[in-house]
């Protein structure tokens, strides 16, 4: 069964971290783009970063640019977003996706063909 799961998320104080974690069961991440998403409430799913398969392409929406870093671990079958600074409008649920076209773009997601549940963000004081 292909599946995968986020985690990582949680409450967090403004200026704090977190790692999210994207397992993947059922395929291998090895020839697949992995996309970070997120959304609040009310508003539209955003794109905030992308992995390619050989990790020799990344892209961050200008939002997080020098806050968020995507890696990925082949051995654990696994892609990270760190995020760092946390702010207030950086709370939302944050999903990974993966790209069986190994597509990394930061679009509306419709390049991604496997979703994960998402995990909850949230920044608050």
């Known amino acids: 069964q292909v599946q995968l799961v986020e985690s990582g998320g949680g409450l967090v104080q403004p200026g704090g971290s977190l790692r999210l974690s994207c397992a993947a069961s059922?395929?291998?991440?090895?020839?697949?783009?992995i996309g970070w998403f997120r959304q609040a409430p009310g508003k539209e799913r955003e794109g905030v970063s992308c992995i390619s398969s050989n990790a020799a392409s990344t892209n961050y929406a200008d939002s997080v640019k020098g806050r968020f870093t995507i890696s990925r671990d082949g051995a654990k079958n696994a892609v990270y977003l760190q995020i760092n600074s946390l702010k207030p409008d950086d709370t939302a649920v944050y999903y990974c996706a993966a790209s069986l076209l190994d597509t990394c773009q930061l679009g509306p997601g419709d390049e991604y063909d496997y979703w994960g549940q998402g995990t909850q963000v949230t920044v608050s004081s």
């Open positions: 059922g395929f291998t991440l090895d020839y697949t783009s």
